[in-house]
């Protein structure tokens, strides 16, 4: 059984920086791509990152790239999200999930809910203005 335990979250004000971590466990699949979402209230959880296995190949949604930073540490089983220069509208929840199967192509195209194996159980970040 997949288990992802997300820690990390917290308060910061506005251009801080938070990492957030995943620590992820009982991962069989050959191929899978591993990341985070986040869900801010009264909204739909959107995919933010993620990393596929096969080559550490990253990607981000437009609304972060060149802020957050994802990156993993195969011998610990975890991933981790950097995030610089924070904003308010970055407040969420942030999920760690894991989709089996190899994907290429557009980020918005298969880092989506659909089909995802295991969630974690989110940690918040808020981000004061």
């Known amino acids: 059984e997949v288990q992802l335990v997300e820690s990390g979250g917290g308060l910061v004000q506005a251009g801080g920086s938070l990492r957030l971590s995943c620590a992820a466990s009982g991962i069989t699949f050959d191929h899978y791509v591993i990341g985070w979402f986040r869900q801010a209230p009264g909204k739909e959880r959107e995919g933010v990152s993620c990393i596929r296995s096969s080559d550490g190949l990253t990607y981000y949604s437009d609304s972060v790239k060149g802020r957050f930073t994802i990156s993993r540490d195969n011998a610990k089983n975890m991933v981790y999200l950097q995030m610089n220069s924070l904003k308010p509208e970055d407040t969420a929840v942030y999920y760690c999930?894991?989709?089996?199967?190899?994907?290429?192509?557009?980020?918005?195209?298969?880092?989506?809910?659909?089909?995802?194996?295991?969630w974690g159980k989110g940690t918040l970040v808020t981000v004061s203005s």
């Open positions: 999930a894991v989709k089996h199967g190899y994907y290429s192509g557009g980020f918005n195209v298969f880092w989506t809910i659909e089909g995802i194996d295991s």
